[in-house]
């Protein structure tokens, strides 16, 4: 099955609306192997509409088109499709029983404008909409079936759940199709598809690999189709589980804070912070995660080099000498902030974010990291040149991630990260 | 300038990704006048692509593709517009300078993936990157000016911002367009439309009044046109603002954290932070802003009882008695920052953010909030039953709106948060 969306709407194209209501059609009918093979999204002018319903509907098996059923002027879509077919549009009984019902369980009054979304073209037929108003339209433009539906997003959901869908199963064959999602952190695209292209050239073409910067997480995405879709993709998900190695964090969604709070709750390890640079940022994707409580106790953001000095014990002379972005001051944050919170491990940073700040020395981007705990603290210094917001981004990444893998006891640090090493 | 854009990625078709690409670029050029005639989106399909192109470039003046210029096989914008045209693609020079400085700049290897980025159909030219390896292509079909742009978000804003809107502002004729945006915290969309229809029931038809909510900041936006355009909007922004009254935080882009930084800095005052349930959220929001370590010198994160005994001086007894999230325990954590911090302000906060731990008496959404100085501390309670980010997002925002009220000496609450006040 051939299927095809027109999207129409001005708040479409002015920039004040995002389109989901065709990621939502998406995601409903991918468990029955279909999928959307062109949208198109135009304004409310009625010309334009016509055009687009003709070509469109030249060309594919199924057209659901989304918006223009309400009550205003700028609502068109019943005329555009009685336009487009010939059919003059006229008072639908089935639209007017469904309007006259809807009114009186609101207790609202019909009104002339309501009306309006009475009138259908002739020859078509009602979709019921059990939350709204507007009926859907079904018709049928030559070979293709014409499905016009609510913009209103529970509206659509409840049409295309209750009525659509249904529809369609009973009409087109449905596939097999299944599809995994995986979170990666540390590992570029290219890189993955370098390992993939070098352990696998004969990668199968009827299993998809797709990848979507979710920053700071990479998702990886399997698609295959088939009777033995179950079967296969379970077999190539483990060879690119291979291939991602230690970068896994596991199966989408998933941020990184989860699966750090979710590794230190299966080693019932606790966690504490000192931050500098990243002023509560890990703390906070921590806390984000629901039962952080059980392994974070809390945290310290030293801003400024007193607060060091006061809350972390960090020592005066380091931060004369060395100054307050240095290996010796990353190291005495640490060890204060497991020392003042009491947790077993402790994630610790200090660095520049800028824009001012930098040196010739210590540039915009020079961070130190401090992490694991008392007995076994790791510290690295890294480059990571970037503006403000993005910076402490990835610090804050980078540190959850340096503790998940202390917990883990991987040894190695994120490949994209060893680049970024100082 | 008639002008469409095609989309182009299987994660837009798939439903995993909402397309905020074409909104960005609609807002971009609306200033200019210009708007999106049509928007096409289809997957990762060669045939398709080509064909999407071949229509759309023999229709409109400007055409601008995004997406399909990364590393990975999935990435065909290239090839495809090669294919269109019957040029064959080869390595340009300028593209292969631009992706070896970059991955000199980054410190990575240019590897065989990324050398796929410097194909370019021949007679192409380049539209550089700023923020990322794939250069973006700039080519004529016929009478149509052809633009392919990255489809990482900050990568296509840069690129519109510093090369295509310059370039198509010097060979296209713009309008006289106007557009205000102004930043507001706690009004809502539907308070500010009373008050315009009670106070200005004239309010003129040519200056367009938008909403859009950017959580938790509500961004109001002016537009007009023409001749006396600039004229115009200063008249009725002065009116608006006047309505908005001291919801105002000031001209977008600005972040609440951004006018409490802006404020401190303007009155000479020092904040520190005591965080509970936000969990360090309100300092990273603070240190998130450039310049904030002049009136931010840090904050605590007390997420266990035994931390807010510990740093913050809260007491046993009002812990046993009156429970973490009282009245009682957010006076001693505000105190308690201010004496360890010595900051000259303080946001505290401890409520129940759930979903778990909450009772009849502190269901999930009770939050206490105390800010202030030491000599007037503040302390309210409110109730914000929401999911668990929603709910750490509106403590956020609400905590960092109450310190700047406070700063900038305002006697009310924001009148969104007077209905939440428990």
Chains 1, 2 share one sequence.
Request: hydrophobic share 40%; net charge negative; aromatic share 4%.
């Amino acid at each position: 099955m051939k299927l095809q969306v027109l999207l129409t709407g001005n708040e479409l194209m002015a920039g004040d609306t995002i389109d989901s209501n065709s990621s939502m059609i998406a995601e409903l009918i991918t468990d029955y192997g279909w999928r959307i093979d062109k949208k198109v999204t135009v304004g409310d002018d009625l010309k334009l509409l016509e055009q687009q319903i003709r070509d469109l509907a030249a060309n594919c098996d199924v057209l659901i088109i989304n918006g223009g059923l309400g009550p205003t002027v700028d609502d068109m879509t019943s005329l555009a499709l009685a336009n487009t077919t010939g059919n003059p549009i006229a008072e639908h009984p089935d639209a007017l029983a469904h309007l006259s019902q809807w009114c009186e369980q609101k207790g609202f009054r019909l009104n002339a404008s309501n009306l309006k979304q009475t009138l259908l073209p002739a020859g078509a037929s009602i979709i019921a909409n059990a939350r709204g108003s507007a009926v859907g339209i079904r018709m049928n433009i030559g070979n293709c079936l014409v499905l016009a539906t609510p913009g209103v997003p529970n509206e659509l959901k409840a049409m295309m759940t209750n009525e659509i869908i249904p529809l369609l199963a009973a009409q087109f064959s449905s596939d097999y199709i299944k599809t995994q999602r995986l979170a990666v952190f540390g590992l570029g695209e290219s890189s993955i598809q370098e390992r993939v292209n070098k352990h696998y050239p004969d990668w199968p073409d009827d299993v998809e690999l797709g990848f979507r910067a979710s920053m700071p997480v990479l998702e990886v995405k399997l698609t295959t189709r088939g009777q033995d879709a179950s079967k296969k993709i379970d077999e190539w998900r483990g060879k690119i589980i291979d291939l991602i190695d230690d970068h896994l964090l596991g199966d989408m969604p998933l941020n990184l804070a989860q699966s750090v709070i979710a590794a230190a709750k299966q080693h019932k390890l606790s966690i504490c912070t000192a931050e500098s640079c990243t002023g509560g940022r890990i703390a906070a994707e921590l806390t984000g995660v629901a039962g952080s409580s059980e392994v974070f106790p809390g945290g310290i953001v030293s801003y400024s080099n007193a607060l060091k000095q006061q809350l972390l014990g960090v020592s005066e002379s380091s931060l004369n000498t060395d100054g307050a972005v240095s290996k010796s001051v990353v190291k005495q944050m640490a060890e204060g902030a497991l020392n003042t919170v009491g947790a077993d491990l402790v994630i610790a940073v200090t660095g520049i974010a800028g824009p001012d700040g930098g040196s010739e020395d210590k540039p915009v981007g020079t961070v130190w990291l401090a992490w694991g705990s008392r007995e076994n603290l790791k510290i690295e210094k890294f480059f990571l040149p970037a503006d403000r917001h993005l910076f402490q981004t990835l610090v804050t990444a980078l540190g959850l991630d340096l503790i998940r893998r202390h917990i883990l006891s991987i040894a190695g640090l994120p490949e994209l990260m060893t680049r970024r090493r100082a």
